[in-house]
């Protein structure tokens, strides 16, 4: 399996996650990645990209909560999760991005080649 993801669980609102996504068999470093969301429910939603240089960009309703990184020593990416609350709890994926349009602090028009099996985070009291 390219992507692996793991550090899900269920925690109170205000709480902190962090989420790891454990790439092997794929290149990893020079690609761009990103965390997207599905909830019980709804489509899935775009959390956050990190460019293979390391820029990164946020869906609003996360910003300054989330932070995206990645190290591509371990090719592991990152989501640590801050301030949690109910409306994040979601089956979070993670995915190599083959294309997007990055334009000032925005990206659209993405697309993957490669998806993880999720890993489940629950913001519940």
């Known amino acids: 399996v390219p992507l692996v993801e793991s550090g899900g669980g269920m925690v109170q609102p205000g709480g902190s996650l962090r989420l790891s996504c454990a790439a092997s068999?794929?290149?990893?470093?020079?690609?761009?990645m990103s965390w997207v969301r599905q909830a019980p429910g709804k489509g899935p939603e775009w959390v956050s990209t990190?460019?293979?240089?390391?820029?990164?960009y946020y869906t609003g309703s996360v910003k300054g909560r989330f932070t995206i990184s990645r190290d591509n020593a371990k090719n592991t990416l990152y989501l640590q999760m801050n301030s949690l609350k109910p409306e994040d709890t979601a089956l979070y994926y993670c995915?190599?991005?083959?294309?997007?349009?990055?334009?000032?602090?925005?990206?659209?028009?993405?697309?993957?080649?490669?998806w993880g099996q999720g890993t489940q985070v629950t913001v519940a009291s």
């Open positions: 068999g794929i290149i990893f470093s020079t690609y761009d």
């Open positions: 995915a190599r991005v083959t294309f997007a349009r990055y334009f000032g602090n925005s990206v659209s028009d993405l697309t993957y080649d490669y």
């Open positions: 990190i460019t293979g240089g390391g820029s990164t």
